[in-house]
């Protein structure tokens, strides 16, 4: 690495084309440099490796031992350069068989996710689809790792060195079973600090929410008695008692069959849902394919 610091790797594509032809102007045609600069350029090479490299003999000149010897890693250099130098190829899904990664909470799964499957299949059937459930923190974590392509969560928990999209603003609905017998009539704060609730602490062990700091704000208390790590379980738990939850309408929209949902008597602060990705894919084909199915999935 030291020595390639100290040179110009322009000269060894004129050390290819001078080794090559044997002839500093048609190595200088070639470049589509003037037979000078070839010269200049060839004087250079022959300081760098110590060695006339072409020498002259009758018809022209021939290369040396040592330039002869150059020729394949030297061409085998170039090519795998070019290589590295050359535009990714155009992604197309029908044609791809990799795996994405992708970190998102169970409300994410159920209120994205689920939609953006089936439309993933049909544009690109080769695929496959590895999520992942994981808190907030370690969502982060797994990004810049590079251990997960992309994540879903709130944006409030998004640090600034990710990328980010708003994919829409979450607002909460009160959520109880049908004929609960202290939902009959109209639904005031005095009735919200009344009912026992269910939360959800996706860490683990909390009793509070959003809907808590609403509260006390006006002055009431809620009492809390069941903490779960998911989504998907509250709505069976409330069918099937007489706990209440406030949950994000997107986890509820088809799911009435034998709960209610209720607009609350308070404004809940909402949240914005938002799709995180790492610079290190920012720029990637494939990746951001993907990025606009589950931004389109989540209009």
């Known amino acids: 690495m030291d020595t390639l610091r100290k040179i ?7 050390l290819e084309a001078l080794i090559t032809e044997c002839n500093v102007t048609r190595a200088a045609r070639r470049l589509h440099l003037s037979q000078p600069s070839v010269s200049v350029q060839l004087r250079k090479l022959r300081e760098i490796f110590d060695d006339p490299l072409l020498i002259s003999a009758a018809g022209g000149m021939q290369p040396t031992a040592r330039a002869q010897a150059t020729l394949v890693p030297l061409r085998t250099a170039l090519a795998e350069l070019s290589d590295v130098l050359r535009p990714p190829p155009t992604f197309d899904p029908s044609r791809d068989h990799g795996t994405w990664h992708v970190a998102a909470a169970d409300y994410a799964q159920y209120s994205i996710l689920m939609t953006c499957i089936e439309r993933l299949r049909k544009t690109a059937p080769g695929i496959r689809i590895a999520v992942r459930e994981a808190p907030h923190s370690r969502m982060v974590k797994l990004l810049d790792t590079g251990a997960i392509d992309l994540g879903l969560l709130a944006l409030d928990t998004a640090p600034d060195r990710l990328h980010h999209r708003i994919l829409f603003t979450e607002r909460y609905v009160l959520v ?8 009959k009539g109209k639904i005031t704060l005095d009735t919200l600090s009344r009912l026992d609730y269910v939360v959800v602490s996706p860490e683990g062990g909390g009793f509070r929410g ?7 704000s006006l002055g009431y208390k809620r009492k809390v008695v069941l903490s779960v790590p998911h989504f998907l379980i509250v709505p069976q738990v409330v069918a099937r008692t007489d706990l209440v939850a406030m949950l994000p309408s997107r986890l509820v929209t088809e799911r009435s069959d ?13 949240f914005e ?7 290190r ?14 931004m389109q999935c989540a209009m």
Do not use: S
Not at 8 to 14: P, Q
């Open 8 to 14: 110009d790797l322009n000269l060894l594509v004129t």
């Open 176 to 183: 109880a079973r049908r004929r609960h017998p202290q939902l």
């Open 210 to 216: 959003a809907t808590d700091g609403a509260l006390e």
């Open 258 to 270: 034998r709960i209610r949902v209720i607009e609350p008597p308070i404004r809940i602060p909402p």
């Open 273 to 279: 849902m938002a799709i995180v990705w790492h610079e």
């Open 281 to 294: 894919t920012h720029a990637d084909a494939r990746q951001t394919w993907l990025r606009e199915q589950v």
